[in-house]
């Protein structure tokens, strides 16, 4: 099956700074990156995807990049606020026809004030 | 509705007792998961519905746990002979199709004592 490895664990930043996040994959086939926030105590949300047939897509603050050559793929968010704060989790479609969805393990984010 | 619906949010149950966990899916959705996520941990799957296909049933991490969905709506997992290690929060999602933006329920809450 597909393995998914994410870094780091927890990350902490200062208000206004940028923080980055990579996940690496095993299945070469895979077409399809979404990125996960969830707040405490809350649901999980979608936030961005990317499909392989492009490299880089940005949504205001947050941006994802893509290497499919290397086999992972980056989320970066700018100038980080509070609300940044939460578990970020990236996905990848397990290989085989039916294609769905394998979490990484996660990353706290904290945004310090 | 308009999101995924879970019941109960909150269920707490002896040792040894069997529970059964619902989710209403969003209408349309024929894929529909079950992921279980244990406190500050990551999103473990446990089943996949597509359709009218045989679910992927690799994720259940014993035969105490089943799930069955009737159509395209309504899923219910079942946990047998319930264990302390089974405490955690049960994720539901759908999406319009396999490969596609999951919409998450907010979960259901195990706590086995």
């Known amino acids: 099956g597909e393995n998914v490895e994410q870094h780091p664990s927890t990350l902490s930043v200062q208000e206004g700074d940028s923080a980055v996040i990579k996940c690496t994959y095993s299945?070469?086939?895979?077409?399809?990156f979404p990125w996960y926030k969830q707040e405490l105590g809350k649901r999980p949300q979608l936030i961005i995807d990317i499909r392989s047939n492009v490299g880089e897509k940005k949504d205001q603050r947050i941006a994802v990049t893509l290497n499919k050559t290397a086999k992972h793929f980056s989320l970066h968010i700018t100038e980080t606020q509070p609300e940044d704060s939460a578990v970020y989790f990236c996905a990848v479609p397990l290989s085989g026809s039916a294609r769905q969805l394998t979490f990484g393990s996660g990353t706290q984010l904290t945004v310090l004030p | 509705g308009a999101g995924v619906s879970q019941s109960p949010s909150n269920k707490v149950t002896e040792k040894g007792k069997d529970v059964e966990l619902r989710c209403d899916p969003i209408?349309?959705?024929?894929?529909l998961y079950w992921y279980r996520q244990s406190l500050g941990q990551g999103l473990e799957f446990l089943i996949y519905?597509?359709?009218?296909?045989?679910?992927?049933k690799s994720g259940l991490p014993s035969d105490r746990f089943s799930a069955e969905r009737t159509g395209e709506s309504v899923s219910t997992l079942t946990i047998q002979r319930t264990q302390q290690e089974d405490s955690a929060v049960y994720l539901c999602?759908?999406?319009?199709?396999?490969?596609?933006?999951?919409?998450f329920g907010e979960g259901s809450r195990l706590t086995v004592l």
């Open positions: 299945d070469s086939a895979s077409n399809y």
């Open positions: 209408s349309g959705h024929t894929a």
């Open positions: 999602a759908s999406s319009v199709g396999s490969g596609g933006e999951l919409f």
């Open positions: 519905f597509q359709g009218n296909s045989a679910p992927d």
